[in-house]
């Protein structure tokens, strides 16, 4: 199958390491692929879906990238990180009110000059797409082209990202001289499990994909995988067509609700951390790591030999607040 085209702004290949420890605790091979790693800037898994999305955005003669997000949005920073490599202009609608006293995520894309719009949480629920598209229509009065990627680059063209990930790591299994029965990854939009799943499909479904979601519901995002996925298809003929019921996500772990942490979730990252040196952020792979391993624990993933974890960043999710009840 031929991809789209991309550009290249990720340190890739990431390297898949196993966690020793963690392993022997639990009488499991747990294996971590460190997307974390991706870069600086644009760390964790928001820039392999950048790569295609923005690509697409340059082809279309566009320069100024527009998208969404929480306060402490990866996705908001990487797209800032890479509007400014490319000489870009970048609007970040973020769901939230503005603050002086800016830190982590939100610092360092203001650093790197992008436009902060605050809205409520109701706005953003119900009308971020509307205000995106106002924002498009103002810089157009100004001669900008812009581009709205949705919230974690989470369209058709972003996925393809993550199917590009499953090659990699389906290489990596080789160079290992290992097969993983399942992959688990925290969900929060849906594009890293979209590429993900219809990579395995493409390959024969050699084994499960499983999410782990932080935020709604597993009912909710198993729509969203199969619209995504539809979505790839006016990219490329992949073959096939998602039902909801195949998507696997475990429920349970959103905890408070999206990036409210328990202190629980909390001891349990630190904990990982000294075990095996590996630092999870509260918003996103703290509580589906945490998942993974309670889903372990209680017996759930008996049946399943080597598990492959992606850990897809957001050290700069550690703000003053969280740092403080640790």
């Known amino acids: 199958m031929k991809m789209p085209e991309r550009i290249d702004l990720a340190n890739l290949p990431t390297r898949i390491e196993k966690m020793e420890r963690l392993s022997k605790e639990l009488d499991k091979n747990i294996w971590i692929k460190r997307d974390d790693q991706t870069g600086m800037e644009v760390s964790g898994n928001k820039v392999r879906k950048l790569q295609y999305a923005v690509k697409e955005a340059l082809d279309n003669g566009c320069n100024h990238l527009i998208t969404c997000g929480g306060i402490q949005s990866n996705h908001a920073r990487a797209t800032a990180a890479v509007a400014a490599k490319l000489g870009m202009g970048c609007t970040l ?17 203001t650093l790197m000059g992008a436009h902060v719009e605050y809205i409520t949480a109701e706005d953003y629920a119900e009308s971020r797409g509307d205000i995106m598209e106002s924002i498009r229509q103002e810089l157009a009065k100004e001669g900008k082209e812009a581009y709205i990627l949705p919230e974690g680059a ?81 990219y490329v003929d992949i073959g096939f067509t998602v039902n909801p019921k195949d998507v696997s996500i475990i429920d349970g772990y959103p905890g408070l609700g999206y990036a409210i942490s328990q202190d629980v ?17 509260p918003v996103y792979t703290g509580k589906a790591m945490y998942g993974l391993v309670e889903e372990i624990k209680n017996g759930n993933l008996d049946k399943y030999k080597n598990i492959l974890f992606i850990h897809t960043g957001g050290i700069f999710g550690w703000t003053r607040e969280v740092r403080g009840r640790i």
Not at 173 to 189: N, P, Q
Not at 194 to 199: D, I, M, P
């Open 93 to 109: 609608v973020l769901r939230g009110e503005e603050r002086e006293d800016k830190e982590g995520n939100l610092f360092l894309e």
């Open 265 to 281: 979730e909390l001891q349990f990252i630190k904990r990982l951390a000294r075990l095996e040196g590996i630092i999870l952020d």
């Open 154 to 234: 989470s369209n058709g063209i972003g996925s393809f990202g993550y199917l590009d990930a499953y090659h990699e790591i389906v290489g990596q299994e080789k160079e290992l001289g290992i097969h993983f029965d399942a992959i688990v990854l925290t969900v929060g939009s849906g594009g890293t499990f979209a590429g993900l799943y219809a990579g395995n499909r493409l390959d024969g479904e050699k084994r499960d994909i499983i999410g782990i979601n932080i935020s709604a519901s597993a009912d909710h995002f198993k729509k969203v995988v199969a619209g995504l996925v539809e979505d790839m298809k006016s």
